[in-house]
């Protein structure tokens, strides 16, 4: 109940702050007329909005609602990671993994089949560097390309989403919630256009080291998550949050390549060298091999700090530096706070051509990254993670006379016919079999003395490759 009640909360108070700002003239994005019709009826008293003099007590009460908010999340959090410690000692799952098998032990196993999808998270500690940017004009200028992407959004500001102009529709179904395992990240997922999806987060998201804190497995929730829909994409873009914590370690574990953003800082580039540390003890401990790439943004050539910073990490990490340099330009913000990425906003600015640079670059090493990737299956398989898919009972039926041959033939026995069972019921002639299926999309038919037909019950059918129609069940 205190979930559901904290995002409605959150809903309206974003809904209220919206009315409250005032038409700019410099291109920074505000409802219009029509989208302020849409919005729930504001509280009681929303007509006194506050006014440029007394701006600042509205912010004290802003401060004071996100404080309230943030100590209920770690009240909720302290409480539901107490009660799953004590479910855990109660039914002796909170033993400790063995010394020599860590948290993070797995050999990087080679893709062996099926769509190799490269997997590249997006990290960086600090603040302010453009990770968020990259992720979201990376994603959408791969899509461009005609490769089908999954954005996710592991930083629970939740900007990625906002970039895209998607926001949360507060119903439970976040990347918070598939981390979790209450729902299935299939059921996550929100589709932005024909080759890009998007799982969003919002602020409870921020609840999640502490509900895990003591879980087993911790680190690999997302890597799980993942195995039923890792087929159906070319690349997955990951946004971690601007710290190394259990969200950003549940990133790494998944990814097989890491984009490091830096802007032209003393704090970034002394940043750079801890997180390079991190990922490196990971790598010993895992045993898995992560690609890094340096990415500077936010570049400004006319000066020369921003020259020295870039020839600083060329000549630091020229193996890992990419060619492409992201430069400072304000179309990149423009478009962020009109929720649309750069190449939708202005293909004729610098950004986009920074960003399609970016992008070739990717691509030009698809062939040799993907020869080194692995399925998230196999990695999960290997460390003993791999939970098996739940098979669901289904029972076909069909009328037909008694003394006829029914079989039924599909997917899900390579199309070899098998025979059914008779009964009556209510004095009808019913044929019936039951058949465990795992979660996915089965085509079927059945063969009635030697004739194929399909399901007169099930209404979805698609063409088969000899010209006929297949009936379809998806579990």
């Given amino acids: 109940m205190f979930l559901p009640r904290l995002r409605e909360n959150i809903r309206l108070h974003r809904n ?3 009315t409250e700002i005032p038409t700019s003239a410099k291109g920074v994005a505000v409802p219009s007329s029509h989208e302020s019709e849409d919005l729930p009826p504001a509280a009681p008293d929303s007509s006194k909005l506050p006014s440029n003099q007394n701006h600042p007590q509205h912010i004290a009460v802003i401060a004071r609602i996100l404080s309230t908010v943030r100590s209920l999340l770690r009240m909720v959090g302290a409480l539901v990671g107490g009660l799953i410690c004590s479910f855990k000692k109660s039914n002796d799952l909170g033993k400790k993994l063995p010394r020599e098998k860590s948290p993070f032990f797995y050999p990087a196993l080679k893709q062996k089949g099926g769509r190799a999808m490269r997997k590249i998270a997006l990290v960086n500690q600090k603040g302010g560097c453009g990770k968020t940017t990259t992720a979201i004009n990376l994603a959408r200028s791969l899509a461009g390309e005609g490769k089908k992407v999954l954005l ?14 998607a926001e949360v529709d507060y119903d439970g179904k976040t990347i918070y919630e598939v981390l979790l395992g209450e729902i299935p990240i299939s059921e996550a997922i929100l589709t932005l256009d024909d080759n890009l999806d998007v799982v969003l987060s919002d602020v409870v998201l921020t609840a999640f080291e502490q509900v895990m804190a003591g879980a087993i497995e911790r680190e690999y929730k997302l890597t799980q998550s993942l195995v039923d829909i890792e087929n159906i994409y070319d690349y997955l873009i990951i946004d971690s949050p601007p710290s190394v914590g259990l969200l950003t370690f549940n990133g790494l574990v998944a990814a097989e390549e890491v984009l490091i953003p830096v802007d032209p800082s003393s704090f970034s580039l002394h940043g750079l060298g801890k997180l390079l540390d991190t990922i490196q003890i990971i790598e010993e401990r895992a045993r898995h091999q992560l690609a890094i790439k340096i990415l500077a943004t936010n570049i400004d050539r006319r000066t020369n700090f921003c020259r020295g910073v870039v020839e600083t990490l060329e000549a630091r990490y020229p193996e890992n530096c990419l060619e492409t340099v992201i430069n400072t330009c304000t179309k990149l913000r423009e478009a962020a706070s009109l929720g649309k990425a750069i190449t939708d906003y202005d293909k004729h600015c610098a950004g986009h051509r920074d960003y399609q640079n970016l992008t070739r670059e990717i691509l030009s090493e698809e062939t040799e990254m993907k020869a080194k990737g692995f399925t998230l299956g196999s990695l999960l398989e290997a460390e003993g993670l791999l939970k098996p898919p739940v098979e669901k009972e289904i029972v ?22 098998e025979s059914l069972n008779f009964t009556e019921s ?16 089965y085509e079927y038919k059945y063969l009635v003395d030697g004739s194929w037909v399909t399901d007169p019950a099930n209404e979805r059918a698609v063409d088969d490759s000899y010209g006929g129609i297949n009936s379809v069940i998806t579990l």
């Fill in 152 to 165: 996710i959004d592991l930083d629970p500001q939740g900007h990625a989403g906002l970039g895209l102009g």
């Fill in 16 to 18: 209220r702050k919206r």
């Fill in 396 to 417: 076909f039926k069909l009328e037909a006379p008694e003394g006829a041959m029914v079989q039924i033939a599909g997917d899900f026995n390579e199309w070899t016919p």
């Fill in 426 to 441: 209510q004095g009808r002639p019913l044929w019936h079999k039951s058949i465990a299926l795992r979660p996915g999309s």
